[in-house]
């Protein structure tokens, strides 16, 4: 079980707890399945997926098919979440959130993808933390309209919406499902979290 700042691979998955203040504890397990807890924190992240460094388009077709059970009590998302480079981007695909649906911005559009509705956002962090340090950086977001815990993602259908409205990924460095809070408290167990890949 972790609590405080800590990355590594277990069992073919590579695993991550950040968070900048607060309680937080992580439990990893097996086939990339992991719980989770937090309470008091400014932000956290908890988060098990897969190393890449290769450009997206090369990855093939990579889904994620995962299970939770999910108990935010505030500001909170469940979400395919990871990080390019060259260009820097750090991308959320959001299935649930707690009190409030990021990211609070103008939808470039909505497109469907298994099955869900998602709409498409870019926003931009200025001079915060990033895989390579404080960074400026922009964000992708495929947030669904309706909520849910359970299901297949198809992350390279998200990859291409977004290529097509502009919004270009580089060298994927990560692609994990991920637990994020923020000011605010809750758990989460993530029971499945099998990814796939085919050309």
């Known amino acids: 079980a972790l609590t405080s700042n800590a990355s590594g691979t277990f069992d073919g998955y590579y ?38 460094n290769q450009n997206w388009q090369s990855l093939g077709t990579i889904r994620i098919t995962y299970s939770a059970t999910y108990n935010p009590n505030g500001n909170s998302y469940l979400c395919i979440y990871g990080w390019s480079t060259n260009p820097l981007v750090e991308f959320y695909i959001v299935e649930s ?29 200025v001079n915060q933390p ?27 259908d998200h990859f291409r919406a977004w290529a097509n409205r502009g919004l270009n990924l580089g060298t994927i460095d990560q692609i994990t499902l991920c637990v994020e809070g923020y000011q605010s408290s809750g758990s989460a167990n993530i029971t499945q979290n099998t990814f796939s890949q085919s050309s």
Do not use: H
């Open 15 to 52: 695993y991550e707890l950040w968070k900048d203040t607060g309680n937080t504890t992580m439990t990893v397990y097996t086939q990339g399945r992991f719980s989770c807890q937090w309470s008091n924190i400014n932000n956290a992240l908890f988060r098990t997926g897969k190393k890449y």
């Open 97 to 125: 959130w707690g009190n409030w649906r990021p990211p609070g911005a103008t939808s470039l559009g909505q497109v469907t993808i298994d099955g869900g509705t998602y709409d498409i956002y870019r926003t931009t962090r």
């Open 130 to 156: 990033s895989i390579v340090g404080t960074a400026t950086f922009d964000q992708y977001w495929s947030v669904r309209t309706s909520k849910r815990t359970s299901g297949t993602v198809t992350v390279t």
